[in-house]
């Protein structure tokens, strides 16, 4: 009886490490989906806030800088934007640049930085103060140094909202796009068009009426011949686009762009090279849900922005909140790309376009293989 027993544990035991070893094999977040993957970190390990979200990064000529709203939780009127920066391969401490104490009895919460690195070498931080995400009002601050420290806080004019979650785009005319929305009776998107230092301001029309599409949060994407190409973030379960062919004046009616959504943010970046590069939740949302689950984390490239390629699983778990990423590609040709992780830390994660091994999207299905 005692060898059988001895049998049957070292059976077991084997059992267990063969289903580990399949185990490791199958997960999503195993070579095949982190190829390219050179490094990730998390920015901070302990802040002054339980609970953060929207993060952005950019490029300066310093080194990088990352920007987030933390507080209690969205919505509490403590919640402000906080900073970190990146000069010698280490993130510093969190430091709180910007909140929204309108007088000694009202405040409000902020949400949604956007960080961009301006033609003449300043550093824009766009934000968004107010109760609710229909009310709120457009801010900016900016930094000569890389984001060391920031000039008083600007309101926008009346009207203008500045870049809604992601970054602005510089036009060869010199003016800088930003694509924004509104989030009232209907979710709708519009263009923002400013100068090179952010004093003049014009605003398109609405590209949609909010019946067929109810689409907000446009990341923009380059192609030649002044052509741009956003993609929006739906209720419809789907990815939605539009395409100008005149940078940014008018552009086409809003449509599906082969690529599902969660009701959540995401971000796009055209690379060097002339591909778009798309970090999202490759999700739909369920029949009768309001929203999806916030997992996985993906990286898709494409060389048109019609046809895209699965590249990259970032994160994959059933907690979930992997979300409203941003991207840039730096100067050392790489991708860089922060993110909410469970909305209790921002993490920054490091991709080289190059060893990223690519399997075409069919029918809104991520690839096995």
């Excluded at 095949?32 to 920015?43: A, D, L, Q, T, V």
């Excluded at 004093?199 to 990341?219: C, E, H, M, Y």
């Excluded at 590249?311 to 979300?323: H, T, V």
Aim: hydrophobic share 35%; with cysteine; proline share 6%.
């Amino acid at each position: 009886m005692k060898q059988f027993d001895f049998f049957r544990i070292h059976q077991s035991v084997l059992t267990i490490i063969i289903g580990l070893i399949l185990f490791a094999g199958c997960n999503p977040e195993s070579e095949r989906w982190r190829s390219g993957i050179i490094s990730e970190e998390f920015i901070y390990d302990q802040a002054p806030f339980p609970s953060c979200h929207a993060a952005t990064i950019a490029e300066t000529r310093e080194g990088f800088a990352a920007a987030w709203f933390g507080g209690t939780h969205e919505r509490h009127p403590d919640v402000c934007i906080w900073v970190s920066l990146n000069r010698d391969g280490r993130w510093s401490v969190p430091v709180n640049v910007a909140d929204g104490i309108v007088s000694d009895t009202l405040r409000y919460p902020t949400w949604n930085p956007v960080l961009f690195p301006a033609p003449d070498g300043e550093l824009w931080l766009f934000y968004k103060v107010g109760p609710s995400p229909s009310t709120w009002i457009g801010m900016m601050k900016k930094s000569q140094d890389g984001g060391e420290t920031w000039s008083e806080a600007m309101a926008l004019p009346d009207g203008i909202i500045g870049p809604v979650k992601n970054k602005p785009v510089l036009l060869e005319t010199g003016e800088v796009l930003c694509g924004t929305s509104t989030e009232g009776d209907a979710w709708r998107i519009h263009m923002e068009f400013t100068d090179s230092e952010a004093k003049n301001w014009v605003r398109t029309k609405s590209l949609n009426d909010g019946s067929t599409f109810q689409a907000i949060q446009p990341t923009i994407l380059r192609h030649k011949n002044s052509t741009l190409q956003i993609l929006c973030r739906s209720k419809n379960s789907v990815i939605v686009e539009s395409w100008s062919y005149d940078n940014g004046k008018n552009w086409t009616l809003l449509q599906d762009a082969g690529l599902p959504n969660n009701n959540s943010g995401f971000d796009g970046v055209t690379m060097k090279d002339g591909r778009q590069a798309l970090v999202y939740n490759h999700v739909m949302t369920p029949a009768g849900a309001r929203k999806g689950y916030r997992t996985p984390l993906n990286l898709s490239v494409s060389k048109d922005g019609k046809s895209w390629y699965a590249a990259a699983i970032l994160e994959d778990s059933e907690i979930s909140q992997y979300s409203y990423p941003s991207i840039i590609q730096g100067n050392d040709g790489m991708l860089h790309i922060v993110y909410t992780w469970r909305r209790e830390k921002i993490k920054y994660v490091k991709i080289d376009p190059g060893k990223l091994k690519l399997s075409k999207i069919e029918n809104y299905r991520w690839p096995s293989k």
